[in-house]
Nanobody, 127 residues
Framework: QVQLVESGGGLVQAGGSLRLSCAAS????????MGWFRQAPGKEREFVAA????????HYIDSVKGRFTISRDNAKNTVLLQMNSLKPEDTAVYYC????????????????????WGQGTQVTVSS
């Protein structure tokens, strides 16, 4: 059974940092791109960042560029999201996901491009 488990969320003051982790089990995802999304109350799920299967390529939504860094460790079947200089507007439930197949980074911004999802971890940034 495939399972993605996010951790590392919490409450932090504006300007602070958090590191989210997503551990995958049930199969190996080293051949697939992975992504992070977030969803704030009353809003649609929003793409945050994606990383290629090798880790050599990354893509970010403009609002997090320069503040967030996505990385992966294929040996550990894990993907990370380092979040620095957090802002109150970053408050949301953050989800990791595994892409369906090889595709462009533009395609990877769409939730429909992903096949497996974690349960999410809450990130709250206070002002």
């Amino acid at each position: 059974q495939v399972q993605l488990v996010e951790s590392g969320g919490g409450l932090v003051q504006a300007g602070g940092s958090l590191r989210l982790s997503c551990a995958a089990s049930g199969r190996t995802f080293s051949s697939y791109a992975m992504g992070w999304f977030r969803q704030a109350p009353g809003k649609e799920r929003e793409f945050v960042a994606a990383i290629s299967w090798s880790g050599a390529g990354t893509h970010y939504i403009d609002s997090v560029k320069g503040r967030f860094t996505i990385s992966r460790d294929n040996a550990k079947n894990t993907v990370l999201l380092q979040m620095n200089s957090l802002k109150p507007e970053d408050t949301a439930v953050y989800y990791c996901a595994v892409a369906r197949a090889t595709m462009t980074f533009v395609a990877l911004t769409a939730p429909g491009s992903y096949t497996y999802w974690g349960q999410g971890t809450q990130v709250t940034v206070s002002s």
